[in-house]
Nanobody
Framework: VQVVESGGGLVQPGGSLRLSCTAS???????TRWDRQAPGKERELVAA????????TYAASVKGRFTISRDNAKNTVYLQMNNLNPEDTAIYYC?????????????WGQGTQVTVSS
């Protein structure tokens, strides 16, 4: 099982980034979430999406600026982040829940750094 994030980087305030999370090794996955952890702060949910139906959830702090979407054919979930501000600086982690060898489990990726700074 692999969960791989990409797309992080350095961006100026007001800029945009798109993060990708690609999962492999699942016989079926049901739910994907993006969390973030800023220095000295607890990890928090940013956005989540279900595989079937595409139901989405957003943290209040990102609603209207971030959009989570998925391409089931590519087993990839995207997080489009617009109008970024310094408070969005964090390591962003992807978590995928699904079935692996008959067991339902959740797996984290290694994280990708997002830095918003002028």
């Amino acid at each position: 099982v692999q969960v791989v994030e990409s797309g992080g980087g350095l961006v100026q305030p007001g800029g945009s980034l798109r993060l990708s999370c690609t999962a492999s090794g699942f016989s079926a996955n049901s739910y994907t979430r993006w969390d973030r952890q800023a220095p000295g702060k607890e990890r928090e949910l940013v956005a989540a999406i279900s595989t079937v139906g595409g139901t989405t959830t957003y943290a209040a702090s990102v609603k209207g600026r971030f959009t989570i979407s998925r391409d089931n054919a590519k087993n990839t979930v995207y997080l489009q982040m617009n109008n970024l501000n310094p408070e969005d600086t964090a390591i962003y982690y992807c978590n995928v829940e699904g079935w692996v060898l008959g067991s339902y489990s959740a797996y984290w990726g290694q994280g990708t750094q997002v830095t918003v700074s002028s």
